[in-house]
């Protein structure tokens, strides 16, 4: 399994961004997938998770301004990302979860600043 991520980049405090990442080996439909973000200096932290039913979960810093979503037919996970803040910036990588294991993508950077 692979993981490409994109969508990252630079954007003033309340814009939007939408992340995207793409899955390749045939499991994405089994899977659950999520976003994390890991900021300067910091571990890196759960932002958005989907399971594989469907159930999503999110950071409380992410509640309200963020929606985690996904696209079988492209396997594809989305974060789209609204109202953003300075604190939101960080390198966002995408995880997909199957079976016993866990698979990364190779994160996308988000900087939010005026």
């Known amino acids: 399994v692979q993981l490409q991520a994109s969508g990252g980049g630079l954007v003033q405090p309340g814009g939007s961004l939408r992340l995207s990442c793409t899955a390749s080996?045939?499991?994405?439909?089994?899977?659950?997938q999520g976003w994390y973000r890991q900021a300067p200096g910091k571990q890196r932290e759960l932002v958005a998770y989907i399971s594989s039913g469907g159930n999503t979960n999110y950071a409380d810093s992410a509640k309200d301004r963020f929606t985690i979503s996904r696209d079988y037919a492209k396997n594809t996970v989305y974060l789209q990302m609204t109202s953003l803040k300075p604190e939101d910036t960080g390198v966002y990588y995408c995880?997909?979860?199957?079976?016993?294991?866990?698979?990364w993508g190779q994160g996308t950077l988000v900087t939010v600043s005026s």
């Open positions: 080996g045939g499991v994405f439909s089994m899977s659950a």
């Open positions: 995880k997909l979860s199957y079976d016993i294991r866990d698979y």
